[in-house]
């Protein structure tokens, strides 16, 4: 078998930007990593909440200076929206969550995909639980998607190398 040729400077500085249609959100469920995700609940048509934030900067006098430090970085929550589909389990826990005042943290996985559904970008969000959901408006005046929104609070998050 050959291997693949490694990547010259010149392939990677040609390399074009990422598009950011084509993606796959993955709900842990604690029974392991083989544990198929359930194929209702990957699809979103929007995830945002990507990002850390170093907050405020604080100034403190070190050997006679004032210098300017940050503090520790900060994330929003991650939020994702999507049709409202019926029968998701995904929908039946939140539900749960929220009526038992119960949560239950879950590892997130966001995937970034090529045109051809391979992944090329990633990021886990750890111990994330429900903190908002969201429904969208029914409007008899407009023929559009019913919305469902989730926002969930996390410890952190990294990426994941491919």
Known sequence: MISPKPPTPGDILNQPPLMSFNFLVVFYNGK??????????VRFQ????LGLS????ETKRIG?????LPSFPTHENLTLERGYVLRSPLRAELETSF???QMH???VMVMLLDPQGVPQASWIFFKAYPVKW?????D?????????TMDLSYTRFQSISL
């Open 105 to 107: 943290p879950r590892d």
């Open 134 to 138: 969201n429904l969208g408006d029914l």
């Open 140 to 148: 008899a005046n407009q023929s559009s998607i019913f919305i469902e």
């Open 54 to 57: 170093m907050g405020n900067l």
């Open 32 to 41: 392991g990593i083989n544990a198929a995700p359930n194929p209702i609940d």
């Open 46 to 49: 929007k995830v945002a909440g």
């Open 99 to 101: 009526e038992n005042l």
């Open 64 to 68: 006679g200076k004032n210098v300017r």
